[in-house]
């Protein structure tokens, strides 16, 4: 049974941080390109950072580029993969979800996806 669960969300201060986490299991996803998305009220999907299966390569969101850091571990069963969120913002306020697939910031061709959770900046 495929599962991406997400966890780590929460209420934060502007300024503060957040570590969001995602367990994979149930694919070889060691072998998928992992990537973060996000949601806000009455928007679209969009991409905020990626990272290759070896965790070699990443990109990330001109918006969120220098404050967020996306990281990975390929255990043996369920791929770890995690986004650390300092410096942030009421903008950042959104659902976040895990995916996987290959790389793209388009989210249409992510596979899997997480139900995700949700992340409040207040100002």
């Known amino acids: 049974q495929v599962q991406l669960v997400e966890s780590g969300g929460g209420l934060v201060q502007a300024g503060g941080s957040l570590r969001l986490s995602c367990a994979a299991s149930?694919?070889?996803?060691?072998?998928?390109?992992m990537g973060w998305f996000r949601q806000a009220p009455g928007k679209e999907r969009e991409f905020v950072a990626a990272?290759?299966?070896?965790?070699?390569?990443?990109?990330?969101a001109d918006s969120v580029k220098g404050r967020f850091t996306i990281s990975r571990d390929n255990a043996e069963n369920t791929v770890y993969l995690q986004m650390q969120m300092n410096s942030l913002k009421p903008e950042d306020t959104a659902i976040y979800y895990c995916?996987?697939?290959?790389?793209?910031?388009?989210?249409?061709?992510?596979?899997?996806w997480g139900r995700g959770t949700q992340v409040t900046v207040s100002s």
């Open positions: 995916a996987a697939g290959r790389f793209s910031v388009y989210s249409d061709i992510y596979d899997y």
């Open positions: 149930g694919r070889t996803f060691s072998r998928y390109t």
């Open positions: 990272i290759s299966w070896s965790g070699g390569a990443t990109y990330y």
